[in-house]
C-alpha cells in the first residue's frame, strides 16, 4: 500500500521546519532553565532530599540563587567541591542541607571548578551508557513478537499495584509499558522522591518507582524470552530531570514534545523549548525514544480539521529532535485515531492519515495512538473501535500502538481490560497481518487524495508559521486551538539568561556534532 | 410496576458479568467463578468463558439470572426532569425577575485538566449544536479553565459578585472527584457565601443524587446540553 | 477492488453444473413426494387440521393411499369435487375428515378432474401473486439503509417473544429478520399448526406463526418508513409446503437448499431433489430470495479445505434454481466466514473467497454467514471477529448479511445481543463504506492466488462429481465431509413414480419455458 | 483463603454487567438500572452507558463492585482434577484389568443435531490433535449419530452389553438438555439396567455437579479432550 505523494512538498515542509527551529535554537543557546540545572545537580550526583522532603536538587538551585545560577549549577559545584576538596555530589548533599555555603567556592577559578566536574560528568555519562548498552544485550537476546509493539499503560495511582498490573500485561503479550503520571505531577516544579502509593488518574513519577518498575519488568523479560519496554513521561516542568532519571534507571522510552506542556498544561513556551533540547539530547544519548504528543491536538478538536496541524507538528518535533542530537529511530512521531466513527468513510481517512505519516517519516518509530475522544460507555462498540484502529495500524505499518481500552471512556484501564484489548490487537494484527502489503491505494480516490489535502494544507501552515515565528504562530492558535503567549504560563520564572561563561558539562559533551537523520 | 431485566423473554432476568479473579486458572477456578456468582445472588449461573489473562489472573464472562427487580413508579419522581427552556425563555425570564445579567464562574477544579466538559457548557460553541451560556444575553461567564484549586476558585468567587459556581471532575479514580467537591462545598460554608451563591457541579459520572449528598444544588452528568444547565439555573435564581 | 479471475474456467464450471443436474432432473420429473402433494393440496385450499391435530394435509394424503397418489393429490381432489359438485378445498376437507371417500370421484374422467381444478389453482396463483406485488408496492415505498441487508435471527421458543425481539431488530436497523425453527421439525413430516409457545433453539414455522410474525413487521416497517423483510426455513421434510405457506404469507426469504436435508438432516436425498424443485417453483412465483446452506459446509469441517466444496455447491445450486425458474436476483447462495481467526492473514483468505463468489455469481444476492465454529465465550473477541466479518462483508458487496452475535457460543440471541450486533455493523460498514471500491488486490499476491487456487479445485471436483453423478458423490462424501447412500436417509418413504397421467396443476403452471438466467 | 474480583487494586471488587430492561430511554431509566444493581447487592454503582435500542426497551453497561468473595480453600476437593492417563496406560489398565473390550455407545439424543462435540470424543481423529476413543485398542466404540431418542439409545445399549453411555446436549435452550438427560436416566432406571452402565454427559455448558444432579456419574463441559474421558471410563470401570 502506497500512496503517491510529492517528494517536493515533504522536503519544503523539511525546510520550512528547519527555518522555524533556527530562531528557537537561538534562544535555547543563550537560556537555561531550573529544571535544566537541577538535571545537571541530579547527574553530578545530587540525589535524595534534604529535610521536609525538598528535594536535593531543587535545594542546590535555590541556595545557589538566581546570580550564581547564570553561570549553570555545575560550575558553582565544582568550585565547591575544589574549595573544599571534596566530591561534587556531597559539595550538592551539603549545599542542599545547608551545611556549606556556595559562597565557599567563589574564590575558586572557573578552570578548576570545569576541572572538578570532568570526572564525575564522564562517569554519570558512563552510567548512562552503560545502561543503554544492557538494553542493546537484552534486546539482542529478545524474540519479539511481530510489530508493532503493543503499548499499554498502568495507572492505578500505587506502584505496586502498577507492577502486578505490568507483569500481569507483559504476560498477555504488552510490549511496552507505560506508567501514567498522577493527575498533577506535570506541574509541580520538582520530582517526588521514593515509592508511592497515592495519585489520582496516575502514579508519580519517582526514581524510586522507576526502579521498582524496571525490576519487574526485567524479571518478566527475562522469564517470558523477551524484553519489556518501559515508558514515563517528561514534558512538564521537570522535562530535564525525568530525563536524566529515565536515562539512569534504563527507562526505554519518554513522552517528550517540544510543546505538549506549553498547550495542553500552560507551561510556558520559553521554558519548554530550554527544556525539551536539554532532556532530549539526554535521550539521545540514553537510547531512549521519544514520544511526541501530537495525538493530543486530536482529543479536543476535530480530527478531520486538525490532520494538518498534526503533521505540521510533526515536523516541528522532528526538527527540534534532530538538533538535541535524536536520530530518526529514536524519534516516536504521535499521531492518533481521532476521526468520528460514526463519519461515513472515516477509516479510508485515518488510513490516508496513517500511512502519509509512515512515508513521509520512514525510520521513525511512529506512535500511534487509540480512539479516546469518541470511545462512550458502550464498550462493546468501543472495542470494535479499537479493532479498526488495530487494523489501521497493522496496514499501515505503525511502530509503536497504544492498544485500545473497551473502558477508555469509564476509568484507567482494569487488569482485564488490558488483556483484552492485547487478545484484541493480536486477533486483528495476525489475521490482517499482510492486508497493507497485498493491497493497493487507488490513484486519485478518496484516501490518496485525502493524504494531499493533509500534506499541501501542512505546508501551508508551516509556511505561515515560518513567517510569524513559533512563538506567534502558538499565540494565534495554530496548534489544538489554545492560545499561549511567550511570557504567560508557568515556569517562566524559571527560565534565566545565560551569563558568558555558562557552563552545562553534559551539554558540552552531548552537543550534537551535525543534525543527525 | 416492577422490572427485570429481559434477555429473550420477559422477567427472565438475565444479566451478563465479566470479571478478573486473582487465581491462576484452572477448572476449579471456573467452579470459584460459578460460586461467586451464585454467592452474589443469582440463579443459573453458566460460566461462558474462563481463561488465564497472566500468572494468578483469570478472567471470566459470565451469564446468570437475577431476582432482583425494580419498582418503576415514583422513578420518575426521583429524577425530576422539568422541560429545558428556550434560549430566549431564559434570557426573557432573567430579564424580567433578576434585571441583570447572572453572573457565573466556572472550572476545572483541583488537578482535573480536562476542560473539554465545562468548555461545552459555558463557551459561546456549546455542545452537540446546543449553544453555550456565553452566548445567553443575560449570563456573564468567567471560564477559569483547567487545574483551578477550590481556594482559588472561592476568592474568584467572592472577588467578582458570582451568582452561580459550575465547577466540574473528569478524573474520578480514588475519588478524587468527590474530594474536590467536597473541598469547594466547604470553603464556600467555611467563607459564608455557601447561600450566596448557585453550587453546581459535572462530569462524565455525576448523577443528581451525588450532587445532592455532596451538598450543591444540583449535578449534571454525561451527555449534559448547555440549555439544560441555563434552565436550570434562570428557574433557581427566579424561583 | 477486482479479482483477476479465468472466465473460461468459470464457463466451464457452469457447464458441469449442467451436467451433473441433468440426470438428476430426469429422475425428478419422474417422481413426486408425500410433501409435494401435500403443498398442492395446501394450495388447493386444504388447511387447518382434522381431529387429532393432524394437518388436513397429511390426512387427505393418507386417506388418497399410494396408488391414487401417484396420479398426483389434485386429480383426486378434482374428481371428488367434479363427483359431488362442491369445491376442491371442501372435497379435501371433507376427505380429510373422512366424510367422503376418495373412492366416489373414481368415475371422474380425467379432463373433467382437471377441469374442476383449473379455478382453484389459478386462483391459487393469483394470490400468490398479489402477495409479491403487495411486496414489490411495498418496497417502492421504502427508504432502506445502504446494503448489505442486515439479517438478524429470533429463536425464542415463543411466537410472541419472537414477535417483540423481531420488532425491536426492525427498530435497531435490522432488514432482515428469520425465525429459527425449533430443533427437530426439519424430521417432521408434517407442518404443525396454529400459534406455538413452545419451541427448543427455535420456535416452530407454521402458517399462523408466519402471519403473526408478517403482520407485526409490516407494522414496524410503515412506522418506520423501510420494508422489513421476513424469512424462514424451507430444507426439511416439508419444504414444499413451507414454500407454499412462505407464498401466502410473504414471506421474503426462505432457507432452502438442494443438498442441505441431505448432508445435514440424513433426510433422503432423492426426496429432497424432487422437494426443492417444486418448493423453489413457489418461490420463484412468490419471488421468494432462496438461502442456499453452503455455510454448514464451514461450520463442521475445516474452512480453508471446505472452500471449492462451497463453491462447487454453489454451482449446482443455481443451476438446479435456474431450473425451477429462479432467476438469479432470487438466488441467495450461501457463504460463511469461518475460517480460524487465529490464522495468520486469515483475513485475506475470506477476502479472496467472498469476491471470487462475489464476481462469479454477479447478479445472485449473495448471502453471507458470520463466523460460528470459532466463536467461543469470550465475547469480547467474539465481537472483534465479527467486526472483521463485517468488513470483509461490506468490502465485496455481499448483498445478505447475517449479523454475528457476540454471544454465539452461548445462547440463541437475546435482545440486546441483537442491538449490539445492529449498530457494531452498522459502525464498520459506515467507516468503511467505500474501502472495497478504494483499494486493488496486488496482482499474484496472497489474495489472488488464493481466489484462483479456490476456483481450480472446485472445477476439478464437479469434473469428477459430473462423472461418477451427484448420487455417488453425495455418498463418497464430497460434501461436508458425509455420507449418504440414494435410498437411506428420512423420508424415502415418501417418495414415489409419477403414473403416467400424474397431473400437478401449479407444476404445469410453473414449470419454466426455459431455464432463465 | 478468600478472594474477590481484581479491578486494578487487590479486593476492590469491581465486576462488570450489561443488560436490558423493558423501559423506555430516558435519564430515570439509567437510575432505575442503577437500583436494579443496587438492588442486587452491589455498591459504587457506575451506569457507564444507557440508552435505547429499541422502543420500550434499554441496555446499559455497568460498573460496579461486589462485596461477595469466595472462599478458595476446600474448592479443588470440590471439583476433583485426575491425572489423564496416556492411550498407552489407558488401554494397559483395561487389558489387565477387564481383558476384553469395554464397549461404548455415544449419541446426540432428542432433537440435537450437534456431533461435532460427541464426534470429537468418539471419532478416531480426536479433538485439539489427542485422540478419540475409536483410537483406543481397548474400546469398542459405537456412535449413533444425531437426535437419537433417549429410548433409541436405551434399546442399542440393552441390545449390545454396552458398558459405558455417552449423551451429549448441546442445544440447551429453554432446559432442553437437562430435559433428555433426565429421561435418559429415568429410562435406564426404569429398564433395570442404570447399575450396569457407566452414565456421562456432556456439552458446552455441562459441568460435574450438574451431571450429578442429574444422577449421572460425570459430566464433560466445553474443551473436554478425548483422553481425559477415555481417563475417567478406565479408572471407573477397573475401580
Ligand atoms: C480529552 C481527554 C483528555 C485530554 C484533555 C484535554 C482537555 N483540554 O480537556 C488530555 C489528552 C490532555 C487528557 C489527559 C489526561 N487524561 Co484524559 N481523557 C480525555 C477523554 C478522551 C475525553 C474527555 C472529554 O473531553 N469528553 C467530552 C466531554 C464533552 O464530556 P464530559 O467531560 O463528560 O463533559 C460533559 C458532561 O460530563 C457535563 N459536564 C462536565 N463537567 C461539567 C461541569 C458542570 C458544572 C456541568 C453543569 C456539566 C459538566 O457536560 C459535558 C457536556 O455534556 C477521556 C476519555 C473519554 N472518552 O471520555 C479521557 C479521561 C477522562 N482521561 C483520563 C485520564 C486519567 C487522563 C490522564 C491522567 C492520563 C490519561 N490516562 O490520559 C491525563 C491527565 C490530565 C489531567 N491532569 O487531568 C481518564 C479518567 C479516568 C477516571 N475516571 O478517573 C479518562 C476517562 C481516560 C481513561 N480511561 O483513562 N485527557
Ligand atoms: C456447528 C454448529 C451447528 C451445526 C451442527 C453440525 C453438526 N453436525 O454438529 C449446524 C449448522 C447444523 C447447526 C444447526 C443448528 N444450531 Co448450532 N451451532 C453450531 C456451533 C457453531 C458450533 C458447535 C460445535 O460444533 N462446537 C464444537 C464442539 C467440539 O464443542 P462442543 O459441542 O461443546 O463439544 C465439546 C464439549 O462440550 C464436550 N462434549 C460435548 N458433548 C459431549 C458428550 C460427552 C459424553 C462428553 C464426554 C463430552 C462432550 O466435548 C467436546 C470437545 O471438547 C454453535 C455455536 C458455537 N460456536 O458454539 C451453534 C449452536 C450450538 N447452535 C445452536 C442452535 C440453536 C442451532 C439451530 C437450532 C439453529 C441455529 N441457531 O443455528 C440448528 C438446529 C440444529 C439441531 N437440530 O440441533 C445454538 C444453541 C443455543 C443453545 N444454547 O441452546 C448455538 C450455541 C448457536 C447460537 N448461539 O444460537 N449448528
Ligand atoms: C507528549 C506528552 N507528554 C506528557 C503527557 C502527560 O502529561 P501529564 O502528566 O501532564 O498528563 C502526555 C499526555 O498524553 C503527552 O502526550
Ligand atoms: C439451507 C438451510 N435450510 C434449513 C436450515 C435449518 O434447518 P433446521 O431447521 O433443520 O435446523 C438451515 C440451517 O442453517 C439451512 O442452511
Redesign the interface.
Known sequence: MKLRIDPGAVAHCRHLAARIADPVEAFIARHSTVAVERAVVRLLGGSGTVEEGVPTANAVVERLGAGRLRRGAALSLGAVAQARAIGVAEAAAAIARGALEPESGDSVPAEAARAALEAPAAEALERIAARKFERTALLARSSPAPPPLLYVIVASGNIYEDRTAAVAAAEAGAAVVAVIRSTGQSLLDYVPEGATTEGFGGTYATQENFRIMRAALDEAGARLGRYVMLTNYASGLCMPEIAALGALERLDMLLNDSMYGILFRDINMRRTFVDQHFSRMLNAHAGIVINTGEDNYLTTADAVEQAPAVLASQFINEEFAHRAGLPDVQIGLGDAFEIDPDREDSFLFQLAQAQLARQVFPNAPLKYMPPTKHMTGDIFKGHRIDAMFDLASVMTHQSIHLCGMLTEAIHTPLLGDRALSLEGARYVMNTARHLGDELEIKPGGIIERRAHDVLREAEARLERIAEIGLEAAIEQRFFADVSRSPQGGRGYEGVFERAPDYYNPFEEALRPAEIPA | MR?K??????DDG??????????EW???A???A???VA????GDV??????A?????S?F?V?AK?S???E?DG??A??P?ERTLSMDEVDGLLRERVGRKVRIAGACI????HT?GIDAILNMKGYKGDYGLERYAMFETFNL???IAPRELVRFARENDIDAILASQV????G?DVRNFTELAELLEAEGIRDRVLLLCGG??M?N?LAAELGYDAGFG?GTLPSEVASFIARRVTA
Open positions: 422490572i431485566p429481559y434477555g429473550d423473554t420477559r438475565v444479566v451478563q458479568l465479566s470479571f478478573t479473579l486473582p487465581l484452572s477448572e476449579s471456573d467452579e470459584a460459578r460460586r461467586l454467592a452474589m445472588g443469582f453458566s460460566v461462558a468463558e474462563g481463561r489473562i497472566a500468572s494468578g489472573f478472567f464472562v451469564y437475577t432482583a427487580s425494580i418503576l422513578l420518575a426521583a429524577v426532569r483541583g488537578t482535573d485538566a473539554v479553565g483547567a487545574q478524573v474520578t479514580q480514588k478524587s462524565p459520572r448523577t443524587l454525561r
